[in-house]
C-alpha cells in the first residue's frame, strides 16, 4: 500500500520538476528576456535565468559580498540603469537618486529587503510613509544638533575612558575599540544601560566576538530576508537557550546581547509609567500615546527592536567610518602632519579638552571625515526601493508599480568624474573653491525622508574621537598589520577582512 503511493508520488513529482526545469524556467527566461515590461533594460541576460538561483550562486560563492563591485563593472558596460534580477534595476543617475531618496517620495522601502529579525518592528522596517514618519517623529528630536550638545559631556566621558584605556594596552585592535566605544555612547544615551565594552582588557566582550562570528550569517540575511527571519523564529521560538548554547554560542551570546536591550528600555518604560521622568533616554515620547500627531504608546516588540535597532545601525557605522580615517592617517603620515597642525589651534596640549563646537570650525578636520565617509560608505548594499503604483519613467524606460529600484552608494563615492583618482583617500578635494558636485555626490548617510536619524550624533563622534586620539597619540601600525585586513566585501555594512591593530605612543608637545 505504502509503495505503490510512493509510486504514484514519485511518478507524478519527476515528471513536474521534468516539467519545470525544462519547460517552464526555459519559457520563463525567454519571457524575461524579449517581453515582460523590463526586457528592454540593459543588462547580464544570464542573472534573468533564475533569481533564486543567481541569489544562492552568490551565498555559495560569496559573490553577493561583492556585487557592489560587479556593480560598477556592468554600469560601465551598459549604462546609467542596469537589469540586476527580473524585476529589479540598479540607477547610477544622480537626479535620479536624489528623485527616489527625497522628502515626499513616492518609493517605499521593499519589503523583501527590510525584514531583518530583531528589527522586524522597528522604524528601519516601516514600509508605510505615514506611519515611519509618526515613529520617527518621536525619536528625532534626541538626535537633532541641540540634543547631541547636550549629551556632549557623556561623549566626552566615553573618550576620555577609550584614550585611557589604550594607554595601557601595548598593541590595540582599533577595530574593535572603537565599536566598544561607540556602543557604550549609543546604549548610555539611549536608555542609559551602558554595556561597559570599553572595560573589558582587551576590547574584545563576547557578544562582540560573537557579532563578528555571525558576519557569516549575514549571507543568509541579507541575500534570502525570509529564510533568515524564519531561521532566527525557530532559535528563538522552539528551542531552549539551553539548546541555542550547545547548537550555536555565537547565536547565544546575540541572543543575550538582544536580551539586555530589551531588559533594558523595558525597566525604563516600567519607571515612566510609575510617574518618574528623569530618565535619560530616547525613548521617552514612544512611552506614551500622541492622539494630536495620531501616535499610540509603542508596544512591547516595538520598543525591543527600537532599542536593537539604534546599536544595530549606528554603532558598526560609525565605528567602521573612524577605522577607516585612522587607517588612511597612519597610512599618509604628511596628511596626518597637517591635521595635527590644525588640531593644536584649539587643542594646545596632547591631553587638552575641546568641544564640537570648536571642531566644527576646521577645515582640514571636516575634510578629512568627509572623505573617510566617502570611503565608510555607511549603507554599502544597494539601498532598494520600489516603484509606486503609479509606475515610474526613468532614464528613458516606463518601470511599472512594484519594480524594485536599487542604489549604491558606493557607486556614488567612487565616480570618476566627481572624484578623480576616486580610490584615492584625498581629504585636500574637500577644500576647493567649489565643493557642491562633490557634497552631491557624498550620502553616506542617505537622503529625503528615510535619511539615517543619527547623522548628527555620528558627526559628533567622529569629530570628537578623531581630534582626541590624533592629537593625544602617535599611532603606528603593527608590524603583522597589512593592508589586506581593511579590503571589505559588502554585506549590508562594509565588512572588512581584518582588524585595524595598532600601536601607541604619547604625544608629550
Ligand atoms: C557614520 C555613522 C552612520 C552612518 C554612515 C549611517 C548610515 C545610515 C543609512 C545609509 C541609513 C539608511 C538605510 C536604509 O535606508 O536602508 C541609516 C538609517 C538609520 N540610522 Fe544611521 N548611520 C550612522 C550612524 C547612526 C547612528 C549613530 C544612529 C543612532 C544611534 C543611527 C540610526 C539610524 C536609524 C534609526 C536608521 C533608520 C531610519 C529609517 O529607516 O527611517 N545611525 N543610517
Redesign the pocket.
Known amino acids: 500500500m505504502l509503495e505503490d503511493l510512493l509510486g504514484y508520488a514519485s511518478r507524478g513529482i519527476i515528471p513536474a520538476i521534468c516539467a519545470y526545469l525544462f519547460l517552464f524556467i526555459p519559457l520563463r527566461f525567454v519571457y524575461r528576456v524579449y517581453f515582460d515590461p523590463l526586457s528592454k533594460i540593459p543588462g547580464p541576460k544570464l542573472r534573468l535565468i533564475s533569481d533564486s538561483a543567481t541569489r544562492l550562486h552568490s551565498v555559495i560563492t560569496g559573490g553577493y559580498g561583492r556585487f557592489v563591485f560587479d556593480l560598477r563593472e556592468m554600469h560601465e558596460q551598459y549604462g546609467p540603469i542596469v537589469r540586476v534580477f527580473s524585476n529589479e534595476v540598479h540607477i547610477n543617475d544622480i537626479d535620479t537618486y536624489n528623485q527616489i531618496?527625497k522628502v515626499g517620495t513616492k518609493f517605499p522601502?521593499t519589503a523583501f529587503?527590510?525584514s531583518y529579525p530583531a528589527a522586524e518592528y522597528?522604524?528601519?522596517?516601516?514600509l508605510d510613509f505615514k506611519a515611519?514618519q509618526i515613529?520617527?517623529a518621536a525619536?528625532l528630536p534626541y538626535?537633532s544638533k541641540q540634543a547631541v550638545r547636550k549629551v556632549e559631556g557623556l561623549l566626552q566621558a566615553k573618550i576620555d575612558l577609550f584614550l585611557d584605556r589604550i594607554s595601557e594596552m601595548n598593541t590595540i585592535n582599533l577595530s574593535r575599540g572603537f565599536r566598544c566605544l561607540?556602543c557604550d555612547i549609543?546604549t548610555s544615551?539611549?536608555y542609559e544601560k551602558c554595556f561597559e565594552a570599553l572595560r573589558d582588557p582587551n576590547f574584545a566582550p563576547g557578544w562582540l566576538l560573537a557579532f563578528e562570528e555571525l558576519v557569516g550569517a549575514n549571507k543568509i540575511c541579507f541575500t534570502f530576508p525570509g529564510v533568515f527571519a524564519w531561521m532566527t523564529w525557530v532559535f528563538e521560538t522552539l528551542l531552549s537557550r539551553a539548546t541555542v548554547k550547545k547548537l550555536s554560542p555565537e547565536m547565544a551570546s546575540m541572543m543575550e546581547f538582544q536580551d539586555h536591550c530589551n531588559t533594558a528600555v523595558l525597566e525604563q518604560q516600567k519607571r515612566w509609567l510609575a510617574g518618574e521622568r528623569n530618565i535619560v533616554t530616547?525613548f521617552e515620547q514612544l512611552f506614551q500615546d500622541d492622539p494630536k500627531k495620531g501616535r499610540k504608546a509603542a508596544t512591547k516588540d516595538e520598543l525591543m527592536d527600537?532599542a536593537f535597532?539604534?546599536?544595530a545601525?549606528?554603532?558598526d557605522?560609525?565605528a567602521?567610518?573612524l577605522t577607516v580615517a585612522v587607517y588612511y592617517l597612519v597610512k599618509y603620515p604628511e596628511i596626518q602632519a597637517k591635521l595635527l597642525e590644525e588640531l593644536k589651534t584649539v587643542l594646545p596640549n596632547p591631553r587638552s579638552e575641546v568641544k564640537e563646537e570648536a571642531l566644527e570650525q576646521l577645515p582640514f578636520l571636516n575634510a578629512v571625515i568627509k572623505e573617510t565617509?566617502r570611503f565608510?560608505?555607511?549603507?554599502v548594499?544597494p539601498?532598494?526601493r520600489d516603484v509606486p503604483s503609479t509606475g515610474a519613467d526613468i532614464l528613458g524606460y516606463h518601470l511599472p508599480p512594484a519594480t524594485v529600484t536599487l542604489s549604491s552608494?558606493y557607486i556614488y563615492h567612487m565616480n570618476p568624474t566627481v572624484f578623480p583618482k576616486p580610490f584615492t583617500w584625498n581629504p585636500d578635494r574637500w577644500l576647493a573653491q567649489d565643493v557642491r558636485e562633490l557634497e552631491n555626490y557624498l550620502?553616506?548617510?542617505?537622503r529625503g525622508?528615510?535619511?539615517?536619524?543619527?547623522?548628527n550624533?555620528?558627526?559628533a563622534?567622529?569629530r570628537l574621537t578623531l581630534a582626541r586620539l590624533i592629537r593625544r597619540y602617535d599611532i603606528s601600525y603593527t608590524d603583522d598589520f597589512t593592508d589586506a585586513n581593511m579590503d571589505w566585501v559588502s554585506w549590508f555594512l562594509p565588512i572588512t577582512q581584518g582588524m585595524l591593530t595598532v600601536t601607541m605612543k604619547e604625544r608629550t608637545v
Do not use: D, Q
Not at 565608510?376 to 549603507?379: E, L, P, T
Open positions: 531618496y522601502k529587503y527590510y522597528s522604524t528601519f522596517a516601516m515611519a515613529r520617527r525619536i538626535f561607540i549609543i544615551y539611549s530616547i527600537e535597532l539604534v546599536i545601525a549606528g554603532m557605522t560609525s567602521h567610518a565617509f565608510s560608505h555607511g549603507v548594499n539601498m532598494a552608494h550620502m553616506p548617510f542617505s525622508a528615510r535619511i539615517c536619524v543619527g547623522v550624533l555620528a558627526w563622534e567622529l
